[in-house]
């Protein structure tokens, strides 16, 4: 017999009963199935899933992974408690000398060893179990005989005289041999299919835990690029602006040469000054008219002369002053800057490569559509505007397309939307209908939009809606297409910018901007068409 301390191992702590179908969570803890899976439902929407045990905790529903090991063992366990409980089953017979019993007689009621079984058998024909105290399950409650046949109209079980008279009386009955063996068979065919879909699930499972660690992965490896990437352009930029201060010590070096020129000139001339101050000084105090006369060091028309000529060194020093090319830093600035900004594009994924500007079609505009004057706002009018009668033109709903189309390539552009109204932003063929139920965008196979209406937000497609729940207001879009890929993507631009939802197929046209407004919305173009080039 198991010993309690085995047998405490081997039950779960939560139903505290044998382990069933045992299973292992990654801190190695182990639960029935049953057990675990209902205690993680409780801890459903608490943002994180822990262990019963340890408490160690998921932020994610955790593997569940099947013990086998753990399992082989409880069933070996499980079988020898069911032998040794059928053995407490003592034989009606042995009075003297109590003995197990191998088989109870459901006609007699009665537990036999081997050795009365032996001579039971030789007088009687009686149906034989595996030893049992309880026969109130086996015979009919109310006729008192043993049950024989099964009844699959009411799914109960009958004795003969149920089965001649009674309200089953005229069923479709057969043998309880017959009805196992069917009732298995059924059994073993769902409990395959069952086994079988668990299977695939678990593989399911596998497969996205796999995919969560490679998304992982492919995240960190991610975060190390950007992060090298901005390291570099840090030091680029620092690289640039000291490209942009040598320039300026450069000309401040000329310009500091100039200036030590003039003031040497300068010196130079304030000394002779001196002198002639001096001297002059000199003069003055003697009143020795004679040699105060005829003094020659000091000729005073030429002083003179001079004082009037320093006008022009007065000029020159002011063009000194101004001497500093501004034009030229800016223009070493902006070189350095464009330069990085090349450089960059050359290391990320992609850069854009070209620009067209994005109008609306005004032969597209149905009449309850205004346009502004540079066709990239479109709005809704209650009053009607008088425009000619095309097969390009919307008539059921008020909707426009963008004159331009694409059919290859990487696209992105951004649109801004009022706050009022419904409005739907979306791309669509050319081939789209322009009257009836289905034209409108989302409608229908051949377009694909995002909307508001209702005071919601949703993505539509061949009339499919998914709502979706921004964290705000969306007051502007990002649209990105990716032709080849079968891409079409929305992001609110918010800060931080959010990805709203991607539709993947494979297009078959070119695609045009559409927008749909009601309730006096407006919808406008905000950007060029940006080519991607990847």
Known sequence: MASAALLDELSCSICLNLYNEPVSLRCGHNFCRECIETSLDTQEGSGVYSCPECRDEYTEWPLLEKNRKLCNIVDNVRSTQQKEEKSEILCTYCVDFPAGAVKTCLQC??????????????TVDHVLIEPTSSFSSKKCSIHKDLLKFYCSEDAVCLCVSCCLV?????HQVELLE?????KKEKLTNVFEKLTTKRETIEQK????????RKAQEKADDEKKRVTVLFEDIRRQLKVEEQRVLREIYRQVEEASQLFIGLIKQLEIQKNELSKKISHIE???????PITVLQDHKLDIDKVLQDQESDTGDQNLENNYVC????????LVLHKSITDLITNMQLKINFSIHGTTDLVLDIRTANILVTLSDDLRTASCSETQQI???????FTEYPQVMSMESFSHGRQYWEVEVGDCGEWDVAVCYPSIMREGDDSGVGCNTKSWSFRTAENEYAYVHDSL???LYPKSTVQRLGLYLDYEGGRLSFYQLSDPIRHLHTFTTTFTEPLHAAFYLDDGAWVKFISPVFSIKP
Do not use: V, W
Not at 205 to 212: F, R, S
Not at 387 to 393: D, H, I, S
């Open 109 to 122: 009621e009665t537990s036999m060893c081997d050795r009365h079984l032996t001579a039971h058998n030789k």
């Open 166 to 170: 009674g309200k089953h009386k005229g």
């Open 178 to 182: 017959e009805s196992l063996a069917k």
């Open 205 to 212: 499972i596998l497969n996205l835990q796999d995919g969560k």
């Open 282 to 288: 000199k003069l003055c105090n003697i009143n020795d």
């Open 323 to 330: 001497n500093l090319d501004y034009f030229l830093i800016s």
């Open 387 to 393: 425009r000619p009668t095309l097969p390009e033109r």
């Open 465 to 467: 809606k998914q709502r």
